[in-house]
């Protein structure tokens, strides 16, 4: 074993690639989901302006969130895998307050209630890359979380 947990040769644990990939496509499901649900019985139109702009929230809030989850990988990787979970953070949080404050200021976006659309966004795409980031860095930890 090296100093960080891994067997010689610095590989990383069986399945952080798999859990990682699993994980973006999980995070994109659970986006497309709930842009859909927004648009379709919400906003009541998917060729809405509002629409649109939901889909641009959901995306903002897809890049963050899949960068948060790259970091946790790379935290994982290196046997950090705590590091890399609030490292993330960084990501999951800065990126969605940016672009609030961006869209907040251009017309269009601000006019269609994108800033609101970030926060709703942001907490379902919180919630879903939390398990995730948890799920992919458990595999590089020694102890077990739930059976």
């Known amino acids: 074993m090296t100093d960080k947990g891994f067997p010689a040769g610095r590989q990383p644990p069986a399945g ?10 999980g995070l994109s499901g659970v986006l497309a989901a709930t ?7 919400v ?5 809405s302006e509002e629409a649109v702009v939901a ?7 897809w890049l963050s969130s899949g960068m948060a989850l790259g970091v946790t990988f790379l ?7 705590i590091a890399g979970v609030f490292g993330g953070m960084v990501f999951r949080t800065g990126l969605p307050l940016m672009a609030m404050a961006l869209g907040s200021q251009i017309p269009w976006l601000a006019g269609n209630q994108f800033p609101g ?6 907490l379902v795409s919180l919630t879903a890359e939390t398990i995730l980031a948890v799920w ?7 102890i077990r979380f739930w059976r």
């Open 43 to 47: 906003l009541g139109a998917f060729g």
């Open 35 to 41: 842009w859909v649900i927004d648009a379709q019985f």
């Open 136 to 142: 992919v860095a458990k595999s590089s930890w020694n």
């Open 16 to 25: 952080l690639w798999r859990r990682v990939i699993q994980s973006v496509v």
């Open 117 to 122: 659309r970030i926060v709703a966004y942001f």
């Open 55 to 61: 889909g641009l929230a959901a995306v903002v809030c």
């Open 75 to 81: 935290g994982a990787l290196e046997g950090r895998a």
